[in-house]
C-alpha cells in the first residue's frame, strides 16, 4: 500500500522560504512525482514534478526560478524548496505519486493528506 506523507507547511511572510517534504512508503514505481496546490476557489494546479528514474524536472511558469524540486532516493523522499515565496502561492500543497504527466493531477494515483502553506504580505 502506497502512502505519501508531507510536512514543512507553515506561514511564512513575503519573500520567505520553506521546504516541504513528502516521505513515501510502499512506492517503487518509475515515473512522476509531483507538487500539486490548490487555493480556496480554485482548481488544483500542477506547481513541481520530478521523474524518479531519470530525474527530468518540472515547473509551472509560475514558479519557474523561485521553487527547485529533488529526491533522496536513499529516504524515498521527494522535497519542493519555496524561495521568494508570494501571497498567491497560499494554497494547501499536496504530493502525488505515479504521475503520467506531471501537471495533470488526474494522471497522479496516489495523494498525500496536503499540507498548509500562508504568504501574508
Known amino acids: 500500500q502506497v502512502q505519501l506523507v508531507e510536512s514543512g507547511g507553515g506561514s511564512v511572510q513575503a519573500g520567505g522560504s520553506l521546504r516541504l517534504s513528502c516521505a513515501a512508503s510502499g512506492y517503487t514505481y518509475r515515473n512522476w512525482m509531483g507538487w500539486f496546490r490548490q487555493a480556496p476557489g480554485k482548481e488544483r494546479e500542477g506547481v513541481a514534478g520530478i521523474h524518479t528514474a531519470g530525474g527530468i524536472t518540472y515547473y509551472a511558469d509560475s514558479v519557474k526560478g523561485r521553487f527547485t524540486i529533488s529526491q533522496d532516493k536513499t529516504k524515498n523522499t521527494v522535497y519542493l524548496q519555496m524561495n521568494s515565496l508570494k501571497p498567491e502561492d497560499t494554497a494547501i500543497y499536496y504530493c502525488?505519486?505515479?504521475?503520467?504527466?506531471?501537471?495533470?493531477?488526474?494522471?497522479?494515483?496516489?495523494w498525500g493528506q496536503g499540507t498548509q502553506v500562508t504568504v501574508s504580505s
Open positions: 502525488a505519486a505515479a504521475g503520467g504527466n506531471p501537471s495533470v493531477a488526474s494522471s497522479f494515483g496516489y
